[in-house]
């Protein structure tokens, strides 16, 4: 394991975070940790068939981000949007239904694990095509500019994206026109399976980024407030006009590439490395370093746990319950006027 790429248990400053936003951060982290290992262990049940790319391990960047957002922002995700989903506030039982391909999922059935769709809280779709979302959401930055509205554009992407030329040409338009534009770049240091160093020369997205003209940073993306600080700061930053950001959130996936497994019997990392990371674990000792303070006790946190416990349980049980689509409507939001397509 190359060592410089785990650094030391994250040390948190609060300046300016009340109370109420820090235990929101916190329950939102949680919220995405059990929902992952929940819908992990319906998938080894095979109850849930849909391929799933987990966030376990990234919950502390969905959930900073997305605290420094509006609930009418724009969110374009990926294939492992999950934590972005519920961090936006999304519904947990409508994500749920959305993993077993049932007619009450957020996607009406159709999208599976990897195309999660929310409008009502600015998600406006998530892709499995690797940077597929990046022109889309500089599209949604240039229309909000146009229109004045404020409106600010979220796009979450992983560590390969910048090797994509669409990546560079998102970049180079949202610098030019100063767009509203954030670009949140996931850095679990593997691009499915191949790790960051085998990948490029210079551990250097970051100044790639900053040459395009963003304005770019690199947080410990296993703090969640030194992400939401950096988000808040790229938001007041696109708000106000002076363009596009590039936040660089270095984490780790505690799982697979895809699926509930943990890659190291493959031999496509070490488990001396995943040891690491989880011990870096974002929820941990987020939640450890709140009971220092006093914010919260040892008996908050657990009831916190164990109320989020219940959500995920009913979010399965409503999923389970729940009908599939009707295949009369197959051909529905497919093609415009197509059969049964009467909305």
């Known amino acids: 394991m190359n060592n410089c790429l785990c650094p030391p248990p994250p040390e948190f400053r609060i300046n300016r975070i009340d109370d109420s936003k820090l235990k929101w951060l916190l329950l939102t982290m949680m919220r995405i940790r059990e929902f992952e290992e929940r819908v992990a262990e319906l998938v080894i049940e095979k109850k849930i068939i849909t391929p799933c790319h987990l966030y376990t391990g990234q919950e502390a960047v969905a959930s900073g981000v997305c605290h420094a957002l509006r609930k009418d922002d724009y969110l374009f995700g990926t294939h492992r949007s999950h934590g972005h989903y519920i961090a936006k506030g999304g519904d947990l039982k409508a994500a749920m239904a959305e993993m077993f391909g049932r007619a009450t999922g957020c996607s009406k059935g159709r999208g599976g694990s990897m195309h999660l769709v929310a409008p009502e809280v600015g998600i406006l779709g998530t892709s499995s095509i690797v940077a597929g979302s990046l022109p889309i959401a500089v599209g949604t930055a240039l229309a909000e500019s146009i229109r004045g509205t404020g409106r600010v554009t979220a796009v979450f992407h992983g560590d390969g994206v910048p090797e994509e030329g669409i990546w560079h040409e998102s970049a180079n338009l949202a610098a030019l026109k100063r767009l509203p534009v954030i670009f949140i770049c996931e850095n679990n240091l593997y691009c ?15 100044r790639v980024a900053k040459e395009h003209g963003l304005e770019s ?6 703090n969640v407030p030194d992400v939401y600080y950096a988000a808040r700061d790229a938001v007041n930053r696109a708000r106000e006009g002076y363009g596009p950001s590039f936040i ?15 890659d190291v019997d493959l031999g496509l ?3 001396d490395e995943l040891d690491a990371w989880v011990a870096r674990c974002p929820i941990k000792h987020f939640a450890g370093f709140l009971v220092s303070i006093g ?10 746990q164990r109320g989020v416990s219940f959500e995920i349980e009913e979010a399965v049980s409503f999923a389970v319950s729940s009908p599939f689509p009707d295949p009369a409507d197959l051909t529905r939001y497919v093609f415009k006027g197509g059969a049964s397509n009467d909305d």
């Open 269 to 271: 990392r070490n488990q």
């Open 295 to 304: 914010i919260l006790s040892k008996n908050d946190v657990e009831e916190m």
């Open 192 to 206: 499915t399976h191949m790790a960051l160093d085998k990948r490029r020369v210079h551990d250097n997205l970051h």
């Open 248 to 262: 660089e959130c270095r984490t780790y996936r505690w799982r697979g590439h895809v699926g509930p497994n943990y």
């Open 217 to 222: 940073v690199v947080v410990d993306g296993n």
